[in-house]
């Protein structure tokens, strides 16, 4: 059985235990690449990224300074009426 | 042939049923450790047990998956602007110094009182701190909410900042100046608590949050790079007596790994105090189940009597509340996810709709 030659292997100790170690390393490299674009793929994706928040008045000044990009600007519009009777 | 190696270590035999299980406990777990840094390997170690895998073995796997799990998380979170990486690592050099000690004070309390002593004091040591640090998270979670969801500093962490004793540290990303001094007993705590009852972040966010005075998205992250390096080097330690079943092991990564990869995208969704609401419910709920299984070992120790029945009903009780705190972090974490998602998906619409 392949198991148990796998097994008594991984289990030796002294230098064989890098076997083990080693083998979740590869597994969580090849792993967690797969799982990262499984879940974009499903559409959930972080909704922001480089969050710095970390002390109460900070937040607030953030927040006000989003709140202010956020906010439209008005824009001048030029329009002429070309059936108005002047 | 009869499979030798499998034999001798007495390595379960492995089915689709328990396949499953671990896959999905793994799942669960690797959501709940992705959110609040750690917490949700507790329910494996039973878990294993009860499939039927000898103890040290079932501590062994659990680790090994433990820290590549952390991993995945960290490097996950750390991109999202959320791991102070200085801060883990010295965090984790003091909690090294904190599972040796704790090492000890095992050895020594198994020396006096044997298996059930010991037993007694992890379950012990485990309601106390997680019903006051539990208590504490919840209770501050719930206030937070209550005053608009912004987090305060909090005045201990705010009068530790500004005690100058050299050498003074200033970590970036959770952006506060603190003394080293004050970092070592967060590490050393965390380390002792995670060589007693095997989760470390139970103290170690908490202290991060409330004693240095970093953010609760901050110390969490944070966290999964101390777990990171006490399980690289606890998994190390078990790899070298060959206890670790890779079998398990890979297992419950297959599923941790989905997990702890939704749970970190999850905190980008959420607002802080969320964080702690898990994690004290979590560690409330965990507390009681512990304490179920305390007058077990007060029976073996001959301090109380009482009938075997009573006893195995008050074990699987005990784990089937622990489940259930598994449970409950992940339905919470799920949840709120799902409620932030659905303004942004709204706002995203109406985008494609103008």
């Known amino acids: ?86 | 042939m009869q499979d030798l190696a499998l034999e001798s270590l007495k390595f379960i035999d492995l089915n689709f049923m328990s396949v499953g299980f671990l896959f999905i406990v793994g799942f669960i777990g690797g959501l709940v450790s992705g959110f609040i840094g750690s917490g949700g390997a507790f329910v494996l170690t039973p878990g294993m047990m009860s499939l039927g895998v000898p103890g040290t073995v079932a501590v062994a796997s659990n680790m090994c998956h433990k820290f590549p799990k952390a991993m995945v998380g960290a490097y996950k979170r750390f991109k999202y602007g959320q791991v102070d990486l200085k801060l883990g690592l010295i965090l984790a050099a003091s909690a090294g110094i904190g599972v040796q000690a704790g090492i000890q004070i095992q050895h020594f309390v198994l020396g006096k009182w044997g298996e059930a002593g010991s037993n007694l004091y992890v379950s012990l040591s485990f309601v106390a701190i997680l019903i006051i640090v539990g208590g504490y998270v919840f209770y501050d979670a719930w206030n937070t909410a209550r005053t608009g969801g912004v987090e305060k500093v909090t005045k201990l962490a705010r009068k530790l900042q500004s005690i100058n004793l050299p050498p003074m540290i200033y970590f970036k990303t959770a952006d506060l100046r603190i003394s080293l001094w004050f970092t070592v007993p967060v590490g050393f705590a965390t380390g002792l608590l995670a060589a007693t009852i095997a989760v470390g972040g139970f103290i170690g966010v908490p202290g991060m949050i409330y004693v240095l005075g970093a953010s609760s998205l901050i110390s969490s992250a944070t966290e999964l790079v101390i777990a990171f390096v006490m399980g690289l080097g606890g998994s190390i330690n078990w790899a070298l007596h060959g206890m670790i079943d890779i079998r398990l092991t890979l297992i419950i990564l297959g599923g941790s790994l989905l997990g702890v990869q939704l749970g970190a995208i999850g905190t980008t969704y959420v607002k802080e105090h969320v964080i702690k609401v898990v994690m004290g419910s979590i560690m409330l709920l965990v507390a009681v189940s512990r304490g179920l299984a305390i007058p077990k070992y007060l029976n073996q120790l001959g301090l109380i009597s009482m009938n075997e029945g009573s006893i195995m009903l008050l074990g699987k009780l005990s784990f089937v509340v622990m489940c259930i705190s598994l449970a409950v972090g992940a339905i919470i974490i799920l949840g709120s996810m799902w409620k932030a998602r659905r303004p942004a998906l709204a706002m995203e619409e109406s985008y494609v709709k103008a």
């Open chain 1, 1 to 86: 059985m392949n198991a148990d030659t796998v097994t008594s292997y991984f289990t030796k100790g002294s230098w064989y235990a890098a076997l083990p170690v080693a083998t979740v390393f590869i597994f969580s490299f090849a792993h967690g690449a797969f799982a990262s674009n499984l879940w974009s793929l499903l559409g959930i994706e972080a909704a922001r990224k480089d969050v710095k928040v970390t002390t109460a008045e900070k937040t607030v000044r953030e927040d006000v300074r989003e709140k202010k990009s956020a906010r439209k600007r008005p824009r001048a519009r030029a329009y002429i009426n070309p059936f108005h009777r002047i």
